[in-house]
Protein backbone atom coordinates (compact mmCIF):
# COMPACT_ATOMS: atom_id res chain seq x y z
CA UNK A 1 0.00 0.00 0.00
CA UNK A 2 1.13 3.43 -1.25
CA UNK A 3 1.60 5.85 1.95
CA UNK A 4 2.83 8.65 3.25
CA UNK A 5 2.76 9.36 7.28
CA UNK A 6 3.61 12.76 8.42
CA UNK A 7 5.09 12.88 11.70
CA UNK A 8 6.69 15.70 14.70
CA UNK A 9 3.67 18.02 15.18
CA UNK A 10 2.64 19.62 18.27
CA UNK A 11 2.25 23.08 20.42
CA UNK A 12 5.18 25.48 20.74
CA UNK A 13 5.75 28.58 22.03
CA UNK A 14 6.84 31.29 19.20
CA UNK A 15 10.42 31.05 18.65
CA UNK A 16 10.07 27.02 18.94
CA UNK A 17 11.09 24.54 16.55
CA UNK A 18 10.12 21.71 14.89
CA UNK A 19 11.05 19.05 12.73
CA UNK A 20 8.35 17.14 10.55
CA UNK A 21 8.72 14.13 8.62
CA UNK A 22 7.68 12.26 5.70
CA UNK A 23 7.89 8.92 6.20
CA UNK A 24 6.81 6.65 2.84
CA UNK A 25 5.95 3.00 2.59
CA UNK A 26 5.10 0.83 -0.39
CA UNK A 27 7.62 2.71 -2.93
CA UNK A 28 10.61 4.61 -2.86
CA UNK A 29 10.74 7.98 -2.71
CA UNK A 30 14.14 8.40 -4.59
CA UNK A 31 12.19 9.19 -7.87
CA UNK A 32 9.70 11.66 -6.39
CA UNK A 33 9.46 15.10 -5.38
CA UNK A 34 7.99 15.86 -2.42
CA UNK A 35 5.90 19.09 -1.07
CA UNK A 36 4.96 20.16 1.89
CA UNK A 37 1.77 22.33 2.55
CA UNK A 38 -0.26 23.95 5.04
CA UNK A 39 -4.15 24.38 6.27
CA UNK A 40 -4.70 26.65 8.56
CA UNK A 41 -8.98 27.21 9.54
CA UNK A 42 -10.71 28.82 7.20
CA UNK A 43 -7.61 28.92 5.14
CA UNK A 44 -6.88 27.22 1.29
CA UNK A 45 -4.00 25.34 1.35
CA UNK A 46 -0.65 27.21 0.81
CA UNK A 47 2.56 25.32 -0.64
CA UNK A 48 5.57 25.61 1.91
CA UNK A 49 8.60 24.39 0.09
CA UNK A 50 9.35 21.11 -1.57
CA UNK A 51 12.22 19.58 -3.29
CA UNK A 52 13.39 17.67 -6.10
CA UNK A 53 14.29 13.63 -6.49
CA UNK A 54 17.59 14.24 -6.86
CA UNK A 55 17.92 16.99 -3.61
CA UNK A 56 19.22 18.95 -6.50
CA UNK A 57 16.53 22.11 -5.88
CA UNK A 58 14.11 23.43 -3.79
CA UNK A 59 11.35 25.88 -3.20
CA UNK A 60 10.12 27.78 -0.50
CA UNK A 61 7.16 30.09 0.35
CA UNK A 62 8.23 33.74 1.12
CA UNK A 63 6.29 33.59 4.63
CA UNK A 64 8.86 30.70 5.74
CA UNK A 65 12.33 31.83 3.62
CA UNK A 66 15.03 31.69 6.00
CA UNK A 67 13.20 29.59 9.18
CA UNK A 68 11.69 26.43 7.43
CA UNK A 69 14.77 23.91 5.73
CA UNK A 70 13.47 20.91 3.50
CA UNK A 71 15.47 17.59 3.41
CA UNK A 72 15.30 14.25 2.52
CA UNK A 73 17.17 10.74 3.40
CA UNK A 74 16.40 8.62 0.81
CA UNK A 75 18.14 5.67 2.41
CA UNK A 76 15.55 6.11 5.51
CA UNK A 77 13.02 6.77 2.67
CA UNK A 78 11.69 10.21 4.62
CA UNK A 79 11.59 14.06 4.09
CA UNK A 80 12.27 16.62 6.56
CA UNK A 81 10.81 19.94 7.39
CA UNK A 82 12.72 21.69 9.88
CA UNK A 83 11.07 24.69 10.99
CA UNK A 84 12.80 27.07 13.15
CA UNK A 85 11.49 30.49 14.93
CA UNK A 86 7.93 29.76 14.62
CA UNK A 87 5.26 31.98 14.52
CA UNK A 88 1.79 31.98 15.57
CA UNK A 89 0.49 32.53 11.91
CA UNK A 90 2.55 29.09 11.33
CA UNK A 91 -0.19 27.22 13.15
CA UNK A 92 -2.05 24.62 10.20
CA UNK A 93 -1.94 21.00 9.75
CA UNK A 94 0.78 20.36 7.56
CA UNK A 95 0.61 17.83 4.97
CA UNK A 96 3.19 16.00 3.12
CA UNK A 97 2.63 14.86 -1.00
CA UNK A 98 4.35 13.15 -3.75
CA UNK A 99 4.75 13.21 -7.39
CA UNK A 100 7.03 11.50 -9.82
CA UNK A 101 8.43 14.44 -11.77
CA UNK A 102 9.57 17.86 -10.86
CA UNK A 103 9.18 19.69 -7.70
CA UNK A 104 5.67 21.73 -7.77
CA UNK A 105 4.31 24.47 -5.56
CA UNK A 106 0.56 23.81 -6.50
CA UNK A 107 -0.90 21.40 -4.71
CA UNK A 108 -3.52 20.12 -7.80
CA UNK A 109 -0.17 18.68 -9.01
CA UNK A 110 0.54 15.90 -6.73
CA UNK A 111 -1.35 12.71 -6.15
CA UNK A 112 -0.60 11.24 -3.21
CA UNK A 113 -0.79 12.48 0.17
CA UNK A 114 -0.41 12.02 3.41
CA UNK A 115 -2.80 12.49 6.63
CA UNK A 116 -1.34 15.33 8.09
CA UNK A 117 -0.02 16.69 11.29
CA UNK A 118 -1.18 19.47 13.42
CA UNK A 119 1.07 22.44 14.12
CA UNK A 120 0.32 25.12 16.58
CA UNK A 121 2.62 28.01 17.74
CA UNK A 122 1.09 29.67 21.21
CA UNK A 123 2.20 30.80 24.00
Known amino acids: QVQLVESGGGLVQPGGSLRLSCAAS????????IGWFRQAPGKEREGVSCISSNNGSTYYADSVKGRFTISRDNAKNTVYLQMNNLKPEDTAVYYC????????????????WGQGTQVTVSA
Open 26 to 33: GFTLDYYA
Open 97 to 112: ASRRATPSRLAGDYDN
